[in-house]
């Protein structure tokens, strides 16, 4: 659950508008839909311009079709996807009046809301066991032509309008603030781990002694060095 409390909720939060707030905040915060972020895919890893997943704008519709053209398009990888989340923010490259404007996120259903089978054009499961990691869900995901409305595409900063016509960011980067709230928040993470690791070792090494247990042995706190092994 820790993809729907994070990278879900912070991408609604952050590249959303007000009025997709009301639609969709109420029901990510009592967990009426669980999510999950969809980006990685299978023909890449942090190379984004690399992304296949495609997202064209059918004006005749006003809906968006999202399609995984080739097999390493196939979202791969993302944490709950294999099981659990009824819905996923999928980053996609945004294709309107012919012209490819880059990667956006789009918010895609993926399972039913009834019985949790997987919606029609839609294929994802579990990609398996993993080295120290098998507590998580992570899945792969192909899309075949599935249709979603325009107003599901995250619009605060950058917009498709009923005609096709783009309205651009007023800056490129901001499409990455979700990412870079999550990342600041892993160092943030990580300093905490290292300080309760930090302040165990120098709690035990202040009655830790070395040899035997005779008057005079120094304890591990008086060498100078000290050296895992």
């Not at 309008?161 to 800056?171: E, F, L």
């Not at 490129?172 to 990580?190: A, E, P, Q, T």
């Amino acid at each position: 659950m820790h993809l729907h409390t994070t990278m879900f909720l912070q991408s609604v939060s952050f590249q959303m508008t007000e009025e997709q707030h009301k639609k969709w905040l109420a029901a990510i915060t009592n967990y009426t839909i669980i999510g999950t972020y969809a980006q990685t895919e299978l023909g890449h890893g942090t190379y984004l311009r690399g992304m296949e997943t495609t997202a064209t704008y059918d004006t005749s519709t006003q809906e968006f079709v999202l399609h995984s053209p080739t097999l390493t398009s196939m979202k791969w990888w993302p944490g709950n996807l294999g099981k659990l989340v009824t819905h996923a923010i999928v980053a996609a490259r945004l294709i309107t009046r012919g012209k490819d404007y880059g990667i956006h996120l789009f918010m895609v259903q993926l399972r039913s809301m009834k019985d949790h089978s997987s919606l029609p054009g839609i294929e994802l499961g579990d990609i398996g066991p993993k080295l120290g990691y098998s507590n998580v869900d992570n899945g792969f995901l192909r899309l075949e032509y599935v249709r979603i409305p325009r107003d599901q595409m995250c619009m605060k900063f950058s917009q498709v309008h009923p005609d096709g016509t783009y309205s651009a960011p007023p800056h490129s980067k901001l499409s990455y603030n979700s990412m870079v709230h999550i990342r600041s928040g892993l160092v943030k993470r990580v300093g905490i781990g290292l300080s309760k690791g930090a302040t165990i070792a120098t709690r035990y090494s202040a009655v830790r002694r070395q040899s035997e247990l005779i008057q005079g042995d120094l304890n591990l706190s008086s060498w100078t060095t000290r050296v895992n092994r």
